[in-house]
């Protein structure tokens, strides 16, 4: 084990005992996996219009465990997934879907191997995922940002590999939180990717479908109205502030939310035009890395789990890094600072500072990892402070 790997070993190891108070947490108080769960066995019993009823989704999730948490307001083709589940007792279904999960993140870092030409393996990879605290805190509460995570990375495989078509078919899988995925596809779009608009658009119009299909016109009414009431209902579980992105960002700022909303959609379309139409040219993964970056800032609603789509972005800055480029040594020891520092947020309820590693991500990206940028992003994100120098 290189030099290297043995730090990601330690900096994982060192996350675990977060992980397990993560779990004792959630077990005492609720996961949000008790959302899905709660759909999937909604549909089993009631398929139709009702899945996007509150009441009965809080009726239900009382009945099977005792409490009421979380509303279920993604798009009915995911139920394809906790629907068997929800034929399980509620813990072991949610461990099976952990162990799913790291799966998925086993079949995403030999993604990323790929993409980076196996300047970050999949080891390696693996290892720094685990010493990130977003993972830690999806794998606790059950959530599908990892699956999510796995979906881009693919897309973005074949993206690299110039086969746009199959890259935008496979994004289009991705629309259960199509508030990442709609701005990606924004601006390849943008920057003239035609196949890839074809392929994202047959496949996304047939997950639309087959939602349609599964809930009908009343359901999707339903469910665009408990979107609507979920943004403006903390007792729904979401609130701006600990959002990881510019509205997060702009929402501490900016007491108004009137103002503040306009201020993100504003700051947000400048962001997706400026990437959309930059005109220095730039490697086809760096390209798919810049956008979810972007994705990431610009999203309408983001949760800290959310930034494990940002795994793919650092994995292609460490491939990117000039090798022999010295970082500060005792940042290695900072890395652990991240996921202190998510505890120490979680305190005061305000993720919004999270949003400076994303925009620092998208920054050396889009300058092709100088060196003074990447420095920066040591101090910035500093699970970054030890990179694979291929």
Same mark, same amino acid.
């Given at each position: 084990?290189?030099?290297?790997? &043995?730090?990601?070993?330690?900096?994982?190891?060192?996350?675990?005992?977060?992980?397990?108070? *993560? +779990?004792?947490?959630?077990?005492?108080?609720?996961?949000?996996?008790?959302?899905?769960?709660?759909?999937?066995?909604?549909?089993? #019993?009631?398929?139709?219009?009702?899945?996007?009823?509150?009441?009965?989704?809080?009726?239900?999730?009382?009945?099977?465990?005792?409490?009421?948490?979380?509303?279920?307001?993604?798009?009915?083709?995911?139920?394809?997934?906790?629907?068997?589940?929800?034929?399980?007792?509620?813990?072991?279904?949610?461990?099976?879907?952990?162990?799913?999960?790291?799966?998925?993140?086993?079949?995403?870092?030999?993604? %990323? &191997?790929?993409?980076?030409?196996?300047?970050?393996?999949?080891?390696?990879?693996?290892?720094?995922?685990?010493?990130?605290? @977003?993972?830690?805190?999806?794998?606790?509460?059950?959530?599908?940002?990892?699956?999510?995570?796995?979906?881009?990375?693919?897309?973005?495989?074949?993206?690299?590999?110039?086969?746009?078509?199959?890259?935008?078919?496979?994004?289009?899988?991705? *629309?259960?939180?199509?508030?990442?995925?709609?701005?990606?596809?924004?601006?390849?779009?943008?920057?003239?990717?035609?196949?890839? =608009? +074809?392929?994202? =658009?047959?496949?996304?119009?047939?997950?639309?479908?087959?939602?349609?299909?599964?809930?009908?016109?009343?359901?999707?009414?339903?469910?665009?109205?408990?979107? #609507?009431?979920?943004?403006?209902? !903390?007792?729904?579980?979401?609130?701006?502030?600990?959002?990881?992105?510019?509205?997060?960002?702009?929402?501490?700022?900016?007491?108004?939310?009137? !103002?503040?909303?306009?201020? !993100?959609?504003?700051?947000?379309?400048?962001?997706?035009?400026?990437?959309?139409?930059?005109?220095? @040219?730039?490697?086809?993964?760096?390209?798919? =890395?810049?956008?979810?970056?972007?994705?990431? %800032?610009?999203?309408?609603?983001?949760?800290? #789990?959310?930034?494990?789509?940002?795994?793919?972005?650092?994995?292609?800055?460490?491939?990117?890094?000039?090798?022999?480029?010295?970082?500060?040594? #005792?940042? !290695?020891?900072?890395?652990?600072?991240?996921?202190?520092?998510?505890?120490?947020?979680?305190?005061?309820?305000?993720?919004?500072?999270?949003?400076?590693?994303?925009?620092?991500?998208?920054?050396?990206?889009?300058?092709?990892?100088?060196?003074?940028?990447?420095?920066?992003?040591?101090?910035?994100?500093?699970?970054?402070?030890?990179?694979?120098?291929?």
């Amino acid at each position: 084990m290189t030099g290297t790997r &043995t730090e990601w070993a330690v900096l994982a190891a060192t996350n675990f005992p977060v992980f397990v108070l *993560l +779990v004792w947490l959630g077990s005492h108080r609720m996961e949000d996996f008790s959302a899905f769960y709660t759909a999937g066995f909604l549909w089993r #019993h009631f398929p139709g219009t009702g899945l996007y009823d509150l009441n009965l989704q809080m009726e239900t999730q009382r009945n099977l465990l005792g409490y009421s948490g979380l509303p279920f307001y993604h798009l009915p083709y995911e139920l394809a997934i906790y629907a068997p589940l929800s034929l399980l007792p509620y813990r072991a279904a949610l461990w099976l879907w952990r162990v799913v999960c790291l799966g998925l993140l086993l079949f995403t870092c030999a993604t %990323l &191997t790929r993409i980076t030409d196996r300047k970050v393996n999949s080891r390696d990879g693996f290892l720094m995922s685990l010493s990130f605290f @977003p993972v830690l805190l999806c794998l606790a509460q059950g959530q599908d940002s990892i699956l999510l995570l796995a979906i881009i990375c693919a897309s973005a495989y074949f993206y690299a590999s110039g086969r746009d078509a199959t890259a935008g078919a496979i994004l289009a899988l991705g *629309l259960f939180k199509f508030q990442f995925v709609l701005p990606i596809v924004a601006i390849l779009v943008l920057r003239r990717k035609g196949r890839f =608009a +074809v392929g994202f =658009a047959a496949v996304g119009s047939a997950m639309a479908a087959i939602s349609l299909a599964m809930v009908r016109p009343e359901g999707v009414s339903r469910l665009a109205g408990l979107i #609507h009431n979920a943004q403006a209902s !903390t007792a729904l579980g979401v609130s701006p502030t600990i959002m990881p992105n510019l509205r997060g960002l702009l929402s501490t700022i900016v007491k108004t939310p009137a !103002t503040a909303n306009l201020l !993100t959609l504003g700051a947000s379309v400048v962001l997706v035009l400026a990437v959309g139409f930059a005109r220095r @040219p730039v490697q086809r993964p760096l390209e798919f =890395a810049a956008a979810t970056c972007v994705a990431t %800032l610009v999203s309408y609603h983001m949760n800290p #789990h959310d930034m494990v789509i940002l795994l793919l972005p650092i994995a292609l800055v460490i491939a990117q890094l000039r090798k022999g480029e010295q970082m500060v040594e #005792h940042l !290695t020891i900072l890395a652990y600072l991240s996921t202190v520092a998510y505890l120490l947020f979680l305190n005061i309820s305000n993720f919004a500072g999270y949003v400076l590693p994303a925009a620092a991500l998208l920054w050396i990206l889009m300058r092709k990892a100088a060196v003074a940028p990447s420095v920066v992003c040591a101090f910035l994100y500093p699970d970054l402070s030890r990179i694979n120098r291929g």
